[in-house]
């Protein structure tokens, strides 16, 4: 139930997309969001669509990967298409059954909402799958660091948001065993309808709360037992350093915005 889950998760591996600056990729995915917005025609999602399997392919993490990104959010899919389907009622009906009805521009817009959605997360999927926790860390620590100027706790948050990252497999791991005790004791998540199901997840839910306080208490006192005092004073065992693949991933990134802005004032 859990385990097709995989934000969070970092798949070895010596590829160029592993070798990447952290900064370099935090900055890419933060630019190709923008871009993914940016693209206001069905088509142009095909340059952007092609950039993801080139980035796939040069990260050598496997499509299985990005397809398990996605199988979570399949329920959300279908809504988002059906919702986007029957509501917009532009352009010419194909179908009407009473206040029901099918549109070219109901089916246009159903079909980008649901491609937008899938290439935003394959592509923020590849930052976690090709970066690892502490790549993370110290990317968003140096890219908040002019903030410290203004008393911005930099260090402190970029930890935060990546040991919340961290945790997730682990909470997902831990759910899905509790959930398979659970079964193996005759619980029922999948039959019955949506109130039923909510309160057949009540003994995964609670278990699984007190261990993620249990494991946060362990976390805390482990790094209090380090001396741990934040960042002030910290050194890095590997520095950080943009080269050449991070130049080269930069105009990857330019051409594919010139290619999606030029394609949207042309089209």
């Given at each position: ?96 059954l009473g206040p029901l009805h099918i ?45 410290k100027k203004v008393k911005f706790p ?114």
């Open positions: 139930m859990f385990k097709d889950i995989t934000l969070g998760q970092y798949f070895p591996g010596d590829s160029p997309v592993h070798k990447l600056d952290p900064r370099t990729k935090i900055i890419g995915m933060i630019a190709f969001i923008i871009i993914v917005f940016f693209v206001k025609k069905v088509m142009m999602f095909l340059p952007v669509f092609l950039f993801i399997l080139i980035a796939t392919y040069l990260s050598r993490v496997p499509m299985s990967y990005l397809w398990k990104s996605l199988k979570p959010l399949r329920f959300i899919l279908i809504f988002m298409f059906i919702l986007n389907l029957f509501v917009i009622g532009t352009g010419e009906t194909l179908w009407r549109t070219t521009g109901g089916i246009r817009q159903a079909v980008f909402i649901t491609v937008r959605l899938i290439l935003l997360v394959s592509g923020t999927s590849l930052l976690t799958l090709t970066t690892t926790p502490i790549g993370l860390t110290d990317g968003l620590e140096l890219l908040l660091t002019p903030l930099a260090h402190e948050l970029a930890m935060m948001m990546t040991i919340a990252l961290r945790f997730i497999p682990t909470l997902m791991e831990e759910a899905d065993k509790i959930s398979s005790a659970q079964i193996s004791r005759g619980a029922d998540f999948e039959t019955g309808n949506i109130v039923k199901r909510a309160k057949a997840m009540v003994p995964v839910l609670v278990p699984l709360f007190i261990s993620a306080f249990r494991r946060a208490d362990e976390l805390a006192m482990a790094m209090e037992s380090r001396c741990y005092h934040g960042g002030e004073g910290r050194t890095r065992m590997h520095v950080l350093r943009c080269g050449r693949n991070d130049f080269l991933a930069a105009c990857a990134l330019l051409l594919l915005f010139a290619v999606v802005l030029a394609g949207g004032l042309l089209l």
